[in-house]
């Protein structure tokens, strides 16, 4: 059965970090690209950013401002997502896609896998 389970969400207040991670099995994942994609309340879904199968190539939304980091553990078969400096507007739930499909691709639709959510609010 595929997986992917996020963890690390909840409230922060507007400066602080999170550290989302998202757990997969049940796929070959150190073959398939990785994706973080948010859904705000009310909004369609929004890429984040996504990372090569062997990390050698990450990819962000402009909108991030480099505040975002993503990274990966093959072996753990694990991505995770740091977010620092986190403004109101970041407030969304957060969800980790894997693509097995080699390439980067920030379009949803070419996602296989998607996780559950966590979600991200911050706020003071």
């Known amino acids: 059965e595929v997986q992917l389970v996020e963890s690390g969400g909840g409230l922060v207040q507007p400066g602080g970090s999170l550290r989302l991670s998202c757990a997969a099995s049940?796929?070959?994942?150190?073959?398939?690209?990785v994706n973080w994609v948010r859904q705000a309340p009310g909004k369609g879904l929004e890429w984040v950013s996504s990372?090569?199968?062997?990390?050698?190539?990450?990819y962000y939304s402009d909108s991030l401002k480099g505040r975002f980091t993503i990274s990966r553990d093959n072996a753990k078969n694990t991505v995770w997502l740091q977010m620092n400096s986190l403004e109101p507007e970041d407030t969304a739930v957060y969800y980790c896609?894997?693509?097995?499909?080699?390439?980067?691709?920030?379009?949803?639709?070419?996602?296989?896998?998607w996780g559950q959510g966590t979600q991200v609010t911050v706020s003071s």
């Open positions: 896609a894997a693509r097995l499909k080699p390439g980067i691709s920030s379009f949803s639709y070419e996602y296989d896998y």
């Open positions: 049940g796929f070959t994942f150190s073959s398939s690209t």
């Open positions: 990372s090569s199968s062997d990390m050698e190539n990450t």
